[in-house]
C-alpha cells in the first residue's frame, strides 16, 4: 500500500474511459420475441442507436451512423421508436434527431423512410410515444407542431400518422386525434378491444408532477375520438403514467396520497408509503406494464427502484432476485417475459430479462463489462442527514477509495458535492465512472438527494415549493458541513458542482454561503427573470411560478436569488461550461453572468461547447469537461493528480 496525498493517487480511470461509459440503455420494448432498446454511441457524435437482441443471444445495432433515434419533443425528448412483427419481418418506426421526421423501416430491406414531413415554421414536426397499429395502417404518437419562431409558439396533440408514407410530403395527411385544449398530452393508449384511448394532459403553470388528468374517450370504428372525459386527477394530483390491464380496466399511478400508488378502475391495488411512479421528464417514461395473465411488472421504491411483479388481487408485491438496486423508468412486457433496465453501485445500467414463470432474471443486453479492476470502484454510503428545521437530506457519499493507495493520516480528503438536475429529479445509487474518475484519485463525491428531489413523496418533493435557491443550497451546504464536522471531509478543501438545475445550485451556493473553496457550473440557470421571460423552451417556461412564484407576485424574489444579480458576492474560483446549442438554459444565461464578473479578479474559466446542447453526449466534449474540473480542484486545492492539462483560470 502507497501512502500519497489525496488528489496524486493515479488511477487507471482516465477520462476517455469515463466519457466512453457515459449514458445507458433507454426504452426497451419487443419486436416480435425479441428485446429490443436504445443505446448510446459517445464516440459517434454522441448519437443513439437501436439494438436487437437476436435469438441466438447476439446483440446488432439496428441503425447504422448517422442516423440518431431521439425525439426532441419537449425538449427533454420522449420515446423515440416502436416496432413489431408484420408478414414475418420487423418494421420499426422512430424518430430521427436531425430532422425530427418520423421513419419507418425494415431491416436488411433499404433505407428508412419518411412518415411525416419536415415543417419549415420554428422547431418544426416532433414526434414522441410512436404506437404501431398496423390494423389500423397508422402509428399514433404525440405531434408537437410549432407555430412560430418562438420557443413558446407550439401546440400539442395526439395524431394518426399513415404508414404508407403518404403524410411524408403532406402534412394534411397527419390525422388528428385530440383538439389542442391542453398545452401537454402524453400517450395515447389504446385498451385491448379498440374502443376506448387513454392519455394524459396538464396545462400551465403545472408541471406534471404537480398535477396531471388523466383522459379517456371512445375511440370509433373510424378512428375518431369522442369527448373526453376526466378519470383521475387533477390540479394538485400528479398521474405519472396511464395503461391498460388484459381485461380492459384502466391502471394508473396517483400521487393523491403522498404517494405515486398503483389504481385499478380508482381503487388502490397496493397501498404504500413508496413510489410506483416518477416525474415526467420524458414522455414514454414507464414505472409499471400490465401483463397478460393479470399481474403487473412495476418499478417501485422509496429512494433507489426495484423491479417487482404485483399481484392485483392480493396486494402482494414479489421483487426480481440479482444485484439490481436501481430500476430505470422503463419496461416492456411480452407473454411472461418482462425486460427492464438494472443497475447497482457496482455494475452499470444494463438491459434485464425476468421471467415471470420461473421468478429468473439474468441479463441479456448492454452487459456490464468491467472496464478496468472493479476494485478502483468507489463504496458509496447511504446517508441521511438534519437539516435546517430537522429536515431530513437523503445523500450518497462517496470516500476516495483506491486499492493500492491511502493517505497520510494526518490528512483529511477534499469532497466534492454534487446537486443533481430537475430539480424534480434524484440521483440515484448506480456505478458512475464520472464519479470514480474523482474517487480513484483522492478526492470524495457526495451527491445529495435535496428536498425537493423525487422518489420520497410528495410532501419532501413540494419542500422546495416558491424556495428554489434555498431549500437546495441550504441542504447541499448541510451535508458538506457535516461531512467536515464529523472528519469525514477538509472543510478547507469543499467544492460544488452541478448541472442545470444543479448548476443553479451550485451558482447560488457560491454567491451566498462561504462553505465552498471552489465550483463546477455546468449548462446551468443564473439569471431567473430572463430564464422565465422567454429565454427557455415552452415546457420548463413557467415552471418557476412553483419554484420562486409567480414573478407579478414576487419580482424582488427573482433579482434577490439570482446569482447574477450578485455575482460581486463570489469569490471563489469557478469553471462554468456551456453548449452553444443548448435551447432549455441558453448561453445568454451565462454569457450575462460573466459581464458582471468584469473586473472582480475573480479566477474562473468558461468552455462552451460547439455542436452540444443541454447535456453533453460527445466523448472529446466529456474528456475535457473532466479534465478541467479535475485541473481547477487541482489548483484551488493543492493537489498534484499525474497526467492532467492545466486548466488555464483568467481573472
Same mark, same amino acid.
Given at each position: 500500500?502507497?501512502?500519497?496525498?489525496?488528489?496524486? /493517487?493515479?488511477?487507471?480511470?482516465?477520462?476517455?474511459?469515463?466519457?466512453?461509459?457515459?449514458?445507458?440503455?433507454?426504452?426497451?420494448?419487443?419486436?416480435?420475441?425479441?428485446?429490443? /432498446?436504445?443505446?448510446?454511441?459517445?464516440?459517434?457524435?454522441?448519437?443513439?442507436?437501436?439494438?436487437?437482441?437476436?435469438?441466438?443471444?447476439?446483440?446488432?445495432?439496428?441503425?447504422?451512423?448517422?442516423?440518431?433515434?431521439?425525439?426532441?419533443?419537449?425538449?427533454?425528448?420522449?420515446?423515440?421508436?416502436?416496432?413489431?412483427?408484420?408478414?414475418? =419481418?420487423?418494421?420499426?418506426?422512430?424518430?430521427?434527431?436531425?430532422?425530427?421526421?418520423?421513419? $419507418?423501416?425494415?431491416?436488411?430491406?433499404?433505407?428508412?423512410?419518411? *412518415?411525416? #414531413?419536415?415543417?419549415?415554421? !420554428?422547431?418544426?414536426?416532433?414526434? +414522441?410515444?410512436?404506437?404501431?397499429?398496423?390494423?389500423?395502417?397508422?402509428?399514433?404518437?404525440?405531434?408537437?407542431?410549432?407555430?412560430?419562431?418562438?420557443?413558446?409558439?407550439?401546440?400539442?396533440?395526439?395524431?394518426?400518422?399513415?404508414?404508407?408514407?403518404?403524410?411524408?410530403?403532406?402534412?394534411?395527411?397527419?390525422?388528428?386525434?385530440?383538439?389542442?385544449?391542453?398545452?401537454?398530452?402524453?400517450?395515447?393508449?389504446?385498451?385491448?378491444?379498440?374502443?376506448?384511448?387513454?392519455?394524459?394532459?396538464?396545462?400551465?403553470?403545472?408541471?406534471? /408532477?404537480?398535477?396531471?388528468?388523466?383522459?379517456?374517450?371512445?375511440?370509433?370504428?373510424?378512428?375518431?375520438?369522442?369527448? #373526453?372525459?376526466?378519470?383521475? !386527477?387533477?390540479?394538485?394530483?400528479?398521474?405519472?403514467?396511464?395503461?391498460?390491464?388484459?381485461?380492459?380496466?384502466?391502471?394508473?399511478?396517483?400521487?393523491?396520497?403522498?404517494?405515486?400508488?398503483?389504481?385499478?378502475?380508482?381503487?388502490?391495488?397496493?397501498?404504500?408509503?413508496?413510489?410506483?411512479?416518477?416525474?415526467?421528464?420524458?414522455?414514454?417514461?414507464?414505472? %409499471?406494464?400490465?401483463?397478460?395473465?393479470?399481474?403487473?411488472?412495476?418499478?417501485?421504491?422509496?429512494?433507489?427502484?426495484?423491479?417487482?411483479?404485483?399481484?392485483?388481487?392480493?396486494?402482494?408485491?414479489?421483487?426480481?432476485?440479482?444485484?439490481?438496486?436501481?430500476?430505470?423508468?422503463?419496461?416492456?412486457?411480452?407473454?411472461?417475459?418482462?425486460?427492464?433496465?438494472?443497475?447497482?453501485?457496482?455494475?452499470?445500467?444494463?438491459?434485464?430479462?425476468?421471467?415471470?414463470?420461473?421468478?429468473?432474471?439474468?441479463?441479456?443486453?448492454?452487459?456490464?463489462?468491467?472496464?478496468?479492476?472493479?476494485?478502483?470502484?468507489?463504496?458509496?454510503?447511504?446517508?441521511? %442527514?438534519?437539516?435546517?428545521?430537522?429536515?431530513?437530506?437523503?445523500?450518497?457519499?462517496?470516500?476516495?477509495?483506491?486499492?493500492?493507495?491511502?493517505?497520510?493520516?494526518?490528512?483529511?480528503?477534499?469532497?466534492?458535492?454534487? +446537486?443533481?438536475?430537475?430539480?424534480?429529479?434524484?440521483?440515484?445509487?448506480?456505478?458512475? *465512472?464520472?464519479?470514480?474518475? %474523482?474517487?480513484?484519485?483522492?478526492?470524495?463525491?457526495?451527491?445529495?438527494?435535496?428536498?425537493?428531489?423525487?422518489?420520497?413523496?410528495?410532501?419532501?418533493?413540494?419542500?422546495?415549493?416558491?424556495?428554489?435557491?434555498?431549500?437546495?443550497?441550504?441542504?447541499?451546504? $448541510?451535508?458538506?458541513?457535516?461531512?467536515?464536522?464529523?472528519?469525514?471531509?477538509?472543510?478547507?478543501?469543499?467544492?460544488?458542482?452541478?448541472?442545470?438545475?444543479?448548476?443553479?445550485?451550485?451558482?447560488?451556493?457560491?454567491?451566498?454561503?462561504?462553505?465552498?473553496?471552489?465550483?463546477?457550473?455546468?449548462? #446551468?440557470?443564473?439569471?431567473?427573470?430572463?430564464?422565465?421571460?422567454?429565454?427557455?423552451?415552452? %415546457?420548463?417556461?413557467?415552471?418557476?411560478?412553483?419554484?420562486?412564484?409567480?414573478?407579478?407576485?414576487?419580482?424582488?424574489?427573482?433579482?434577490?436569488?439570482?446569482?447574477?444579480?450578485?455575482?460581486?458576492?463570489?469569490? +471563489?474560483?469557478? *469553471?462554468?461550461?456551456?453548449?452553444?446549442?443548448?435551447?432549455?438554459?441558453?448561453?445568454?444565461?451565462?454569457?450575462?453572468?460573466?459581464?458582471?464578473? =468584469?473586473?472582480?479578479?475573480?479566477?474562473?474559466?468558461?468552455?462552451?461547447?460547439?455542436?452540444?446542447?443541454?447535456?453533453?453526449?460527445?466523448?472529446?466534449?466529456?474528456?475535457?469537461?473532466?479534465?478541467?474540473?479535475?485541473?481547477?480542484?487541482?489548483?484551488?486545492?493543492?493537489?498534484?493528480?499525474?497526467?492532467?492539462?492545466?486548466?488555464?483560470?483568467?481573472?
Amino acid at each position: 500500500m502507497r501512502t500519497l496525498a489525496y488528489g496524486s /493517487w493515479p488511477s487507471p480511470i482516465d477520462a476517455a474511459l469515463a466519457a466512453a461509459h457515459d449514458g445507458h440503455p433507454e426504452y426497451v420494448g419487443f419486436v416480435g420475441d425479441e428485446a429490443w /432498446w436504445t443505446e448510446p454511441r459517445p464516440a459517434e457524435g454522441g448519437r443513439r442507436t437501436l439494438v436487437r437482441r437476436r435469438a441466438d443471444g447476439t446483440e446488432e445495432p439496428v441503425l447504422p451512423a448517422p442516423w440518431n433515434v431521439r425525439s426532441r419533443v419537449i425538449e427533454y425528448g420522449g420515446r423515440p421508436w416502436t416496432g413489431t412483427v408484420a408478414d414475418g =419481418q420487423p418494421l420499426v418506426v422512430f424518430a430521427h434527431f436531425a430532422d425530427q421526421r418520423l421513419y $419507418a423501416h425494415r431491416p436488411g430491406a433499404g433505407e428508412p423512410r419518411p *412518415l411525416t #414531413p419536415v415543417s419549415p415554421v !420554428g422547431g418544426g414536426l416532433r414526434w +414522441a410515444e410512436p404506437q404501431l397499429l398496423p390494423e389500423r395502417g397508422e402509428v399514433w404518437c404525440v405531434l408537437e407542431e410549432f407555430t412560430g419562431d418562438g420557443p413558446v409558439d407550439v401546440r400539442r396533440v395526439l395524431a394518426a400518422v399513415p404508414l404508407d408514407g403518404s403524410a411524408a410530403q403532406d402534412r394534411d395527411r397527419v390525422r388528428e386525434l385530440t383538439d389542442d385544449r391542453h398545452r401537454f398530452v402524453s400517450g395515447p393508449r389504446l385498451s385491448p378491444d379498440g374502443r376506448r384511448a387513454a392519455w394524459l394532459a396538464w396545462d400551465h403553470p403545472r408541471m406534471p /408532477w404537480d398535477g396531471t388528468e388523466l383522459l379517456v374517450a371512445e375511440v370509433t370504428d373510424d378512428g375518431t375520438f369522442g369527448e #373526453p372525459r376526466t378519470a383521475a !386527477g387533477g390540479p394538485r394530483e400528479s398521474i405519472a403514467q396511464a395503461d391498460w390491464s388484459a381485461d380492459g380496466r384502466l391502471l394508473y399511478a396517483s400521487d393523491r396520497t403522498g404517494w405515486w400508488n398503483l389504481y385499478r378502475d380508482g381503487e388502490p391495488l397496493c397501498p404504500r408509503e413508496e413510489e410506483f411512479g416518477g416525474p415526467l421528464w420524458k414522455l414514454g417514461h414507464r414505472w %409499471f406494464a400490465p401483463l397478460a395473465g393479470g399481474l403487473i411488472a412495476v418499478v417501485h421504491g422509496r429512494g433507489a427502484t426495484t423491479l417487482g411483479i404485483l399481484d392485483p388481487e392480493t396486494g402482494e408485491v414479489v421483487d426480481a432476485a440479482g444485484p439490481w438496486t436501481e430500476f430505470a423508468p422503463t419496461l416492456a412486457v411480452h407473454g411472461e417475459r418482462v425486460v427492464a433496465v438494472g443497475a447497482s453501485p457496482r455494475s452499470a445500467h444494463e438491459v434485464v430479462e425476468l421471467d415471470t414463470r420461473t421468478g429468473r432474471a439474468r441479463v441479456v443486453g448492454a452487459p456490464h463489462d468491467d472496464p478496468v479492476d472493479a476494485a478502483h470502484y468507489p463504496e458509496p454510503q447511504i446517508r441521511t %442527514f438534519t437539516g435546517p428545521a430537522g429536515r431530513e437530506i437523503h445523500a450518497h457519499v462517496y470516500p476516495p477509495h483506491h486499492p493500492a493507495c491511502t493517505a497520510p493520516g494526518d490528512q483529511l480528503p477534499p469532497y466534492v458535492i454534487w +446537486a443533481h438536475g430537475g430539480p424534480t429529479q434524484r440521483a440515484p445509487l448506480v456505478l458512475d *465512472l464520472e464519479i470514480a474518475y %474523482f474517487t480513484s484519485r483522492g478526492i470524495g463525491v457526495a451527491e445529495v438527494n435535496y428536498g425537493g428531489s423525487s422518489g420520497y413523496g410528495r410532501e419532501y418533493r413540494d419542500l422546495l415549493r416558491e424556495q428554489w435557491g434555498v431549500v437546495d443550497v441550504e441542504d447541499c451546504a $448541510a451535508v458538506a458541513r457535516a461531512l467536515a464536522d464529523e472528519g469525514t471531509a477538509d472543510r478547507d478543501r469543499l467544492a460544488i458542482r452541478g448541472g442545470s438545475a444543479g448548476g443553479w445550485t451550485a451558482a447560488a451556493s457560491l454567491a451566498t454561503t462561504d462553505v465552498y473553496a471552489c465550483g463546477t457550473i455546468i449548462y #446551468p440557470i443564473l439569471d431567473l427573470a430572463g430564464w422565465g421571460a422567454g429565454e427557455t423552451h415552452d %415546457f420548463e417556461s413557467r415552471y418557476l411560478e412553483t419554484l420562486v412564484g409567480p414573478y407579478a407576485e414576487v419580482p424582488a424574489r427573482y433579482a434577490q436569488r439570482s446569482p447574477t444579480e450578485h455575482a460581486d458576492r463570489i469569490t +471563489a474560483p469557478f *469553471l462554468l461550461l456551456q453548449g452553444l446549442d443548448d435551447v432549455i438554459c441558453p448561453p445568454a444565461q451565462c454569457e450575462r453572468f460573466l459581464s458582471r464578473l =468584469q473586473g472582480r479578479r475573480v479566477p474562473h474559466a468558461y468552455i462552451a461547447f460547439e455542436g452540444e446542447g443541454h447535456g453533453f453526449r460527445k466523448a472529446e466534449t466529456m474528456v475535457r469537461v473532466l479534465e478541467s474540473e479535475l485541473s481547477l480542484y487541482a489548483q484551488v486545492f493543492g493537489l498534484n493528480p499525474p497526467g492532467v492539462p492545466t486548466l488555464e483560470l483568467t481573472k
